[in-house]
C-alpha cells in the first residue's frame, strides 16, 4: 500500500468512527509527525478524538514540528480546547494549562494568516472561536478578550449558529443570562430548533426572567408547562432531582474531624435535593452545611447537562448555576451532645413544630437510630419559615436542661450580640469536650447530605 493510500484508508477509518482500527493502522504505518505533515494531521485528530492524558503532549509535540501551519494549529486548539473542559459549575482554582495554550496558540496562528485568511470563516473565524472558547476557560478574569474574540469571529461570518451558541454558553457560564440569551437566540435563528439550543432558550429565558420565552422552548420540546404565578414556566408532577453546589468547609472542629482537615478548608460538592418547578428551576428542599450560596428554601436555576448519577439513586443531578430568589426561612446551625440513652428525635421536640431540624447524617430515607450508650455529638441545621416567632425559639432552647445545644445565628437573628457571643463559646466548648480524641479520619470522598 502506498502511502498515499494508507492517509486516505486511515481518513475513511476517521470518518466512520472507527477510531481504534484508525490508531492500529497509524502506527503500523510506522509514520513520523515531525516530518510527515499528514501523519501529524491524523496523529492530532485521533488524540482529539480519543482523548486522554497524553493530548496535551502530543499536540505540543505537533507544534513545535509544525509551528507555523494554521490547520494544524486549528485541530490542536480544539484538542485542548476539549481537554480543558470542564462542568459548568467548576470552580476557577487555577488558570487550565491546556486552555491557556490552546489560546495562546490561535492568536499566534492569527499573526501567521494573510489578510484572505483571515477574513476567510473557516481560517480566521475559527481560530478567533477557538480563542474565544480557551479563554472562557480560563475564567472571568479574562472575560474582556474573550468577549473581543468572540465578536471578532463574528465579523467573519454571523450566520454561523454554532459560533452563536458557544457565545451563549461563555454568558451563561458567567450568568449572563440576558446576554446569553440574545446569542442563543441566534444560534436559533441560524441552527433551527434543534434540542440543545432549545434547552438553552428555556434555562438563558428562565435565569433573564422571560417567562414567555421559557415556556414558549419548553413546549417546543414537548414539556407540558403552562405560566405561574411567578410569570415563569411551571409544571406538575415532576419527580425531586439533586442540584450540586460549590461549597467551602466552615471552619468548624466537628466538621474538620468529620470530613478531615485537608477537606474541611478544601473547595468542593455538596449535592441538595430540589423540588422541581419547571425543568430547570425549582425549590430547594434540604439545607447546606457547609459555607454555600444556596440553602434551604431558595428558588434556583440548573444546567440542563448532569453532572453525576449518585450510587443507589436514580435521581438525576444538575449542576447550579445560581439563585433566581432567596428564601426566606431563617436558617440556623445548632451543635449539640446527645447524652446517653436519648435520641436525635428527643432533639426535635426541643423545638416548636413548625421549626424542621435537619442532620447532617441524616437522610429522607433513613429512620433515626438511638444514640450510643456513650452519647455523641450532633450537629444540625434549623429551618424556621418567616411567620415563626424567633423569640419562642428561644424560649423553648433555654428550657432544654437535659440536652446541652449551641445556636449562634438564633440569637444573631434575636439582635442579642452578648448572647450569640456567648453561644459560640458553647459551641466550641462541645467540641473540645466531646470531639473523640482519636485521630481524625482520613481524607476522602465527604459525606452525601441530603
Known amino acids: 500500500m502506498t502511502a498515499q493510500n494508507g492517509y486516505r484508508a486511515i481518513d475513511r477509518m476517521l470518518a466512520a468512527g472507527d477510531l481504534s482500527q484508525a490508531w492500529t493502522a497509524w502506527n503500523r504505518a510506522n509514520l513520523d509527525p515531525k516530518t510527515d505533515r499528514q501523519a501529524a494531521r491524523q496523529w492530532l485528530e ?67 494568516l494573510s489578510s484572505a485568511q483571515a477574513r476567510n470563516p473557516d481560517i480566521g473565524g475559527l481560530l478567533w472561536m477557538q480563542r474565544a472558547n480557551a479563554l472562557s476557560l ?18 467573519c461570518d454571523r450566520s454561523r449558529g454554532d459560533w452563536w451558541f458557544d457565545y451563549g454558553l461563555f454568558h451563561k457560564r458567567r450568568l449572563r443570562f440576558a446576554e446569553a440569551l440574545k446569542c442563543t437566540r441566534e444560534a436559533l435563528r441560524h441552527e433551527g430548533p434543534t434540542r440543545r439550543v432549545l434547552w438553552n432558550v428555556g434555562i438563558c429565558a428562565t435565569g433573564a426572567g422571560d417567562g414567555e420565552e421559557a415556556l414558549s422552548a419548553w413546549k417546543t420540546l414537548g414539556f407540558d408547562v403552562s405560566p405561574s404565578e411567578s410569570g415563569l414556566p411551571g409544571m406538575n408532577g415532576m419527580p425531586p432531582i439533586r442540584t450540586r453546589i460549590p461549597t467551602r468547609g466552615t471552619g468548624h472542629a466537628v466538621d474538620a474531624y468529620c470530613e478531615g482537615a485537608d477537606l474541611d478548608r478544601a473547595v468542593t460538592f455538596e449535592l441538595l435535593w430540589v423540588a422541581p418547578v419547571s425543568p430547570c428551576h425549582g425549590v430547594v428542599q434540604t439545607p447546606s452545611f457547609r459555607d454555600a450560596p444556596v440553602d434551604y428554601g431558595d428558588l434556583v436555576l440548573w444546567d440542563g447537562t448532569p453532572v453525576r448519577a449518585e450510587q443507589g439513586s436514580h435521581a438525576p443531578c444538575f449542576p447550579c448555576l445560581g439563585v433566581l430568589r432567596k428564601g426566606t426561612e431563617r436558617r440556623m446551625h ?48 434549623l429551618i424556621a419559615p418567616e411567620r415563626v416567632d424567633l423569640a419562642a425559639v428561644r424560649t423553648h432552647v433555654e428550657q432544654c436542661k437535659t440536652i446541652p445545644i449551641a445556636v449562634p445565628r438564633l440569637y444573631e437573628l434575636l439582635g442579642d450580640s452578648r448572647r450569640a457571643g456567648q453561644e459560640h463559646q458553647a459551641w466550641r466548648a462541645l467540641e473540645r469536650r466531646w470531639l473523640p480524641a482519636a485521630t481524625p479520619p482520613p481524607v476522602g470522598r465527604p459525606p452525601q447530605r441530603t
Not at 52 to 57: L, M, N
Open 46 to 112: 485521533l488524540a482529539r478524538r480519543t482523548g486522554g492524558s497524553t493530548v496535551y503532549e502530543v499536540v505540543q509535540e505537533v507544534w513545535s514540528a509544525w509551528p507555523a501551519d494554521w490547520e494544524l494549529s486549528i485541530v490542536g486548539c480544539s484538542a485542548l480546547i476539549a481537554l480543558a473542559g470542564s462542568p459548568i459549575d467548576m470552580p476557577y482554582l487555577r488558570e487550565p494549562i491546556a486552555a491557556r495554550a490552546a489560546a495562546d496558540r490561535a492568536a499566534a496562528a492569527l499573526d501567521e
Open 138 to 155: 480560563c475564567g472571568p478574569d479574562h472575560d474582556a478578550p474573550s468577549r473581543a474574540a468572540f465578536d471578532r469571529a463574528m465579523q
Open 334 to 381: 445548632m451543635l449539640s451532645y446527645l447524652p446517653p440513652g436519648h435520641s436525635t428525635s428527643d432533639l426535635e421536640h426541643v423545638f416548636p413544630h413548625n421549626v424542621q431540624v435537619f442532620f447532617a447524617t441524616s437522610r429522607p430515607s433513613d429512620s433515626t437510630p438511638p444514640a450510643p450508650s456513650e452519647g455523641r455529638l450532633v450537629r444540625a441545621k
